[in-house]
């Protein structure tokens, strides 16, 4: 996870902080007295968004006794990044969230920046059987502004109550910095072929990889590097594991990496990922090319969840761009996650790719819009009130290409199209509204991927508030962006329908 790092952040220290190295039993909130049961304009409905203050990258993501748990960094004091906590919310479809008491406090060693979360079933560490044992890497400022490369370590924690109450590790931290200045983001699995804990880490321009029996103590075992040219900056978030391809035997495992800077497709922060294998040691792959979880400049810092049943791989990302993160036109809050998504491995022509699929379950959130509640020309151009929390997806069988708006009663725009001849696929917010809060934002309006020539695409467009996610081909492409019209968008038309042969529409709204 990337840092702001201002003088005026810097001087809240940590020992101005709550020292949560005893049992917390805290139940404050810490939400700010003017939110009410209005919905603001840009709070998302049905994705993630904290009740105020500051929110990143999503931490912890475990899954315990029918539930889902998402952690995630939290700054309890303002709308912008300051002194990172562990926020907590549980959800049983990871799609209704019921806000928790933070979970971790800044204390003597640092503030609590991200991790992962497992539960230790055969009690490894000591804690209990069951016990779920969050793995995060303490900043400490003080040595940080000492001008020290030892500021981040990794330290533990552990909850017997199913994440409600948290007591910190008595010997933290459990792992000392090596004497890099970016040393953090631990994510950790149980390797079920070893029989012992794994963890990555991502270290500046690499990824170092760790073994335990107990949590507790942690040697490194190996590591994995690329001659990236030019560099990608620091490598940030990465998580491991083993996916089957669609339709075979073949299981092949993927290592995903965050990267800050400019290094994304389209500007600013950006998730790649990498197909290769894993002898429980050494990762390696093939893959000569940078493949992206995401497309768009709204999707960083994804991991995905352990303990998932039937082994799914769930995916939550940061919906948002450090780029402009801080400055994004809401009031009372910042940040939403992405939609979970289930993460496939097929393997095509060009190789291995991973695919995002929406979770089975979000078709339960939506219905059918009756067309007697829609004006126009259905579905090529018409009006619908609630358009801006609605889910739009057809087939299209394109001659040359294909272009659609969305629009609203001030004349803000989105507009979303592919160029057959040139594989490309884009999408512009140039003037979707609120466009000159940053000059990053606006630099990155126009977004493209490149997907090849496709006779036919199957596209769905999730709209919630201040999002929009695009999914192609069932996921095999994905972008998702942040926008901010002045007033709902309550108009699609499809600029060019003569060009193209539109099958399978689908209109729902999202209930929620």
Not at 74 to 94: N, Q, R
Not at 183 to 204: G, S, T, Y
Request: charge should be negative; include cysteine; proline fraction near 4%.
């Amino acid at each position: 996870m990337r840092r702001f790092w201002l003088l005026a952040i810097v001087a809240l220290v940590v020992f101005g902080c709550k020292d949560a190295s005893e049992t917390n039993t805290n139940t404050d909130t810490t939400i700010s007295d003017d939110v009410n049961n209005n919905v603001e304009q840009y709070r998302s409905r049905f994705h993630f968004t904290p009740e105020a203050n500051w929110m990143n990258d999503p931490n912890g993501l475990v899954y315990f006794d029918d539930t889902y748990h998402l952690f995630y960094q939290y700054y309890p004091h303002g709308t912008v990044w300051g002194p990172m906590h562990w926020g907590h919310a549980v959800s049983k479809d990871l799609l209704n969230w019921e806000h928790k008491p933070i979970a971790l406090y800044p204390d003597k060693h640092g503030y609590i920046f991200s991790g992962s979360a497992v539960i230790d079933k055969q009690n490894t560490a000591g804690f209990g059987e069951n016990a779920m044992v969050a793995v995060y890497t303490y900043h400490n400022a003080n040595l940080e502004k000492e001008n020290s490369i030892l500021y981040q370590t990794q330290g533990i924690a552990y909850s017997t109550d199913k994440g409600e109450t948290w007591t910190k590790y008595k010997n933290n931290p459990v792992l000392d910095n090596p004497g890099i200045k970016d040393f953090r983001d631990p994510k950790v699995f149980w390797n079920v072929d070893k029989l012992k804990w794994q963890m990555l880490l991502a270290a500046k321009d690499h990824i170092q990889i760790y073994e335990s029996n107990n949590l507790k103590n942690w040697a490194k075992i190996s590591e994995f590097r690329l001659n990236d040219n030019p560099p990608l900056g620091v490598w940030e978030c990465p998580d491991l594991f083993k996916l089957t391809v669609e339709g075979s035997t073949e299981e092949k495992w993927v290592l995903i990496i965050s990267h800050g800077g400019e290094s994304s497709p389209n500007g600013g922060s950006g998730t790649r990922y990498f197909v290769g294998d894993y002898d429980g040691i050494t990762f390696t792959t093939n893959q000569k090319v940078n493949k992206w979880i995401d497309y768009g400049t709204d999707n960083y810092a994804g991991v995905t969840y352990n303990n998932t049943p039937n082994n799914k791989r769930i995916f939550i990302g940061w919906m948002s761009n450090w780029n402009y993160a801080t400055v994004t036109p809401t009031e009372t809050w910042r940040s939403a996650m992405t939609l979970p998504r289930e993460l496939k491995l097929i393997k095509n022509d060009n190789g291995y790719l991973v695919k995002s699929k929406l979770i089975d379950g979000f078709d339960n959130l939506t219905s059918k819009v009756p067309e007697a509640q829609i004006t126009g020309t259905y579905p090529t151009k018409f009006s619908y009130s609630n358009l801006q929390h609605s889910v739009v997806a057809f087939n299209a069988t394109i001659n040359t290409e294909l272009s659609l708006e969305l629009s609203n009663k001030d004349g803000d725009t989105y507009t979303v199209g592919y160029n057959k001849n040139t594989g490309e696929f884009f999408v512009n917010r140039g003037k979707s509204g609120h466009v000159d809060f940053n000059e990053n934002y606006k630099k990155s309006a126009y977004q493209t991927m490149q997907i090849g020539t496709k006779e036919q695409l199957s596209i769905t467009m999730v709209l919630d508030a201040s999002s929009v996610e695009i999914f192609i081909n069932n996921g095999e492409y994905v972008m998702t962006t942040q926008v901010f019209p002045n007033s709902d968008f309550t108009n699609f038309e499809i600029k060019n329908p003569k060009g193209i042969t539109i099958n399978n529409f689908e209109f729902k709204e999202v209930k929620k």
